[in-house]
């Protein structure tokens, strides 16, 4: 069931809860000096009736609503009544940034005298974002040859030069060991500044490879264990979409029990459960999972690393992309080797028991965790066939990689494939293990399509026979679009290509020269970020200063973007959503293209093609659907405040040329549109004086 509402006058309060949120929003905006915003009153009231019903609740809040406020009021008084937490999940790491370190302690102090006790959020996320101090004191099982200044996780063998202490990844290293003994949480968003990623994955483990509470010795100490303890005493929770999943679909307990979630950033709910639950195999991995049993267990592992050998044979000649009809005998049978190998390595690395040495229970059931990752592994790829109840899909790939001084080196269609499975639709896994066990309100500036909400909620699993009843509520924006932005589209541009024409880059050079700086700019691809970086450098110089994603923590460069006027960021898609810079730091949102998936995206073409088999407009039901909605987002970078002005220029044609383009932009907020650059770097360069 659900009912559909856009007014956003606020509903009058039909409980003693609902008035109690709105007395406590009241205290809350009167003690911080905000102003009374009558959809972020709305929201209010609607969530707490929500937790109060058990009725499931979609919310579209625009920009500047203050939707976390709207939300962390009634999960703070629904924790007081129902003595158990309430989780709150982001998609991004920024936004969850932007709740610990200023929502929720800003809201936590303003209610100090209305709340009849202290209450507390806190924050969980996955095992690798923390330092492992077993790992960093020498006393983690190791690989062959692995250690700290040897052998690089991602398997990459570092010489003395790479890895000595003298070295740039040696000095990160060393400074971290330095770090661990005065950090209190080992979040690497805590380390500023940070740190490269390859230096990160000497000092922490991943979920797999962790030994856990009952076999580290090192456990009392754990930075990651003692996040969960106080997770455990917390009112709210705040963690990601991937732990969410994890947690409601594998009955891992890595959050505390709870009976109510707030997923913010719902837009990406989708996406991020897929990801969760996506499997991923090769010959390399099958071996890396022997060698680990054959150094930490007394097992024969021939039978695997056969098997692993047998696997790269048998997708050798698979073209990267989609695998259409599934495993094809030879295919199925290399699976079931690998499936039965790991399945008998199991089953003689049990232990025998009675072991007092924690460093060898602790590599076994590394070795055990690796093993058993394997068999799920290669036990769902064999169900991955097409039309079946539940499907799931199969892609090969051979990812590409940069280096300096070369630039992008596609992957090797001669090589052996990395192997993935993922299913073809997370709805049901959602309707079963989140609506099923929660009551759940979803949130994003981002949830309809035009007006309509079924999009999303159909693939979430929200329609159809069965569904939950549920709520939907646009509350709109306090924001004056049409006064306080511009969205140019270069209309003149080429079709952009693979690659950016220097049209383009001749276009963001004059936009930036325009702005004097002061630009987020968003693309599609890592290396589309990385090449437009290093043309602006070389073309403008030392000023405008320009980070790109990657140079350090994400937190990092967005908090030195926030803090340099004239500073730029470039980035991808984590950069599109979650980044919240008000003022005249961010007065250019660049987006290099319209956010189509790529035309090879496995998962993309399986769901289309479902679709279009199903007699729907796969194009638009999966490609346009998913660019409207991260353009929507990435446009929602630019104004934050009522008094904040800026440009959005998309340097993209087909926005203005296409016929889909009225689609898109009709889910934009309602700038001011432009075609004429002369226009808009007028408007910039005013933008820029204004400011001087």
């Known amino acids: 069931m659900t009912e559909t509402v856009q007014d956003v006058a606020v509903a009058e309060p039909r409980t003693d809860g609902e008035r109690e949120a709105l007395r406590l929003l009241d205290a809350a905006v009167e003690a911080t000096g905000g102003q009374h915003r009558e959809g972020q009153r709305r929201m209010v009231v609607e969530v707490m009736r929500s937790l109060e019903t058990g009725h499931h609740l979609l919310v579209q809040a625009g920009t500047g609503t203050g939707k976390s406020l709207a939300y962390l009021i009634p999960a703070l008084q629904h924790a007081l009544e129902a003595d158990q937490p309430v989780v709150v999940a982001t998609a991004t790491l920024a936004l969850q940034a932007q709740i610990m370190r200023r929502d929720a302690p800003k809201l936590l102090t303003a209610l100090e005298n209305e709340l009849p006790r202290e209450m507390s959020v806190a924050l969980v996320k996955g095992r690798s974002n923390y330092l492992c101090k077993h790992k960093i004191e020498g006393g983690f099982p190791e690989e062959d040859g692995q250690t700290l200044f040897g052998l690089a996780d991602d398997g990459d063998v570092l010489s003395a030069g790479d890895s ?123 071996q890396a999972a022997a060698a680990s049993a054959r150094k930490h267990t007394a097992i024969a592992v021939e039978p695997l690393m056969q098997a692993g050998v047998a696997l790269d044979a048998a997708f050798t000649a698979t073209p990267t992309g989609l695998v259409p009809r599934g495993p094809d005998e030879v295919q199925q049978n290399a699976l079931r080797a690998v499936r039965d190998a790991a399945r008998q390595g199991l089953s003689d690395s049990k232990p025998s028991g009675g072991s007092s040495d924690s460093g060898a229970d602790g590599g076994r059931q590394m070795a055990r965790s690796r093993m058993q990752e394997v068999l799920d592994v290669a036990e769902r790829m064999l169900d991955a066939v097409p039309e079946t109840s539940h499907p799931e899909v199969l892609w090969a790939s051979r990812p590409g990689h940069f280096e300096p001084g070369t630039g992008w080196v596609p992957g090797d269609e001669s090589a052996a494939p990395v192997l993935y499975v993922a299913p073809l639709s997370v709805a049901g896994k959602l309707r079963e293990g989140l609506f099923g066990q929660a009551t759940a309100v979803l949130t994003s500036a981002t949830l309809a399509i035009g007006e309509s909400f079924n999009p999303v909620a159909g693939s979430l699993g929200l329609l159809g026979d069965g569904a939950p009843r549920w709520t939907a509520i646009d509350v709109g924006s306090p924001f004056d679009y049409p006064r306080q932005g511009v969205l140019y589209v270069a209309r003149h541009l080429p079709k952009p290509g693979r690659f950016a024409a220097p049209e383009s880059y001749d276009e963001l050079e004059a936009l930036l020269s325009a702005s004097g700086g002061g630009a987020l700019c968003l693309f599609s691809s890592k290396r589309a970020a990385e090449d437009a970086a290093a043309e602006m450098r070389t073309r403008l110089g030392p000023k405008p200063t320009i980070l790109c994603q990657g140079d350090t923590t994400l937190s990092a460069l967005v908090r030195q973007f926030a803090e340099e006027r004239d500073t730029c960021l470039f980035g991808t898609m984590s950069l599109w959503q979650g980044v919240d810079v008000p003022g005249d730091a961010c007065r250019l949102v660049v987006i290099d293209r319209i956010p189509f998936p790529r035309p090879d995206d496995p998962l993309a073409t399986a769901r289309s093609r479902d679709i279009s088999r199903h007699g729907g407009n796969g194009f638009m039901a999966v490609s346009a659907t998913h660019a409207a909605v991260r353009l929507a987002q990435g446009a929602g970078r630019l104004i934050r405040t009522g008094t904040d002005r800026g440009v959005v220029a998309v340097l993209d044609s087909r926005l203005a040329s296409e016929r889909y383009g009225s689609f898109l932009r009709s889910t934009l907020p309602e700038f001011w549109p432009t075609t004429d650059p002369a226009v808009v770097r007028g408007v910039l360069s005013r933008l820029h004086k204004a400011g001087d």
């Open 164 to 286: 000595g202490p003298s070295s740039p990844l040696g000095r990160e290293v060393l400074r971290l060991r330095s770090w661990a003994e005065e950090t209190d949480t080992g979040d690497r968003d805590d380390l500023d500044p940070g740190v490269t990623d390859r230096a990160w994955r000497q000092v922490s483990v991943s979920a797999v490879d962790c030994l856990g509470a009952q076999k580290c010795p090192m456990a009392a100490e754990c930075f990651s264990e003692k996040a969960r303890s106080q997770a455990g005493e917390a009112d709210v929770v705040v963690t990601n979409h991937a732990m969410l999943a994890i947690s409601a679909f594998e009955g891992l307990a890595v959050l505390p029990e709870y009976d109510a979630v707030v997923v913010d950033e719902a837009h990406e709910l989708q996406d991020r459960v897929t990801g969760a639950v996506t499997g991923q195999l090769s010959g390399g991995i099958v």
